[in-house]
């Protein structure tokens, strides 16, 4: 079975530019967990889709958003990139129920605003 | 909303000595989950407790659950430089299907 698989792995881009990472889950998970891990620094929510819908989003600015597709991968957009939006970008799968289920996580995509 | 806080954010040990890490809810959970995370790789699942007061033991690892099933800790005996990474907890309130995870725990472990 394949695991939680991001995309791209590395991404370079420069101050004002638009970013968009990808990430697809487990096979039969319907939840999609966004976080920001700044170097050496804990995960930071970012948003969770589930069933296709936005449910909740952490206190990030308006211009990170994202989207969840019919067969459960999601999209992360950060739009007017600052240099302080370096990070790692890690997505989370999981079952979408409230029966305990194990996150998995993806390898990340590395994002260096230049 | 639910908030999941963890504490220390950092330590640093001797090989040798212990490590604990807590985690603490606003509110009270139905499970808690930890992760362990590698330099340069990402969390990994450890274990889940659902039970009140529940304690479970990975050998060096013993991980407990509160009565009150709004805390947890995880603690390490006799440190290897194989446990050096940052320790997440998560949590689920009731029948909530948000994961909320704590801000971790990254321990250093010195030769």
């Known amino acids: 079975e394949a695991g939680v698989t991001q995309s791209p792995t590395h991404l370079i881009k420069t101050r004002g530019q638009q970013a968009t990472l990808r990430c697809s889950p487990i096979s039969g998970h319907t939840s999609v967990y966004w976080y920001q891990q700044a170097l050496g620094l804990g995960l930071q929510f970012l948003l969770w889709y589930d069933e296709g819908e936005e449910r909740n989003r952490g206190n990030f600015p308006p211009r990170f958003s994202g989207r969840q597709f019919p067969n459960y991968s999601s999209e992360l957009n950060v739009n007017a990139l600052e240099l302080e939006d370096s990070a790692l970008y890690l997505c989370?799968?999981?079952?979408?129920?409230?029966?305990?289920?194990?996150?998995?996580f993806g390898q990340g995509t590395r994002l260096t605003v230049v | 909303g639910q908030q999941v806080m963890q504490i220390p954010q950092y330590q640093h040990v001797q090989e040798g000595e212990d490590f604990t890490t807590y985690c603490n809810s606003s509110t009270t959970l139905s499970n808690i989950q930890w992760y362990k995370q590698r330099p340069g790789g990402h969390p990994v699942f450890l274990i889940q407790l659902v039970k009140s007061g529940e304690v479970k033991k990975q050998k060096r690892l013993t991980f407990q659950f509160g009565e009150a099933k709004k805390n947890s800790s995880l603690h390490i005996t006799a440190t290897q430089t194989t446990d050096v990474g940052t320790y997440f907890c998560?949590?689920?309130?009731?029948?909530?299907?948000?994961?909320?995870f704590g801000s971790g725990t990254q321990l250093t472990v010195l030769p």
């Open positions: 989370a799968s999981t079952r979408g129920d409230h029966l305990g289920t194990e996150a998995f």
């Open positions: 998560a949590g689920r309130t009731g029948s909530a299907r948000q994961l909320t």
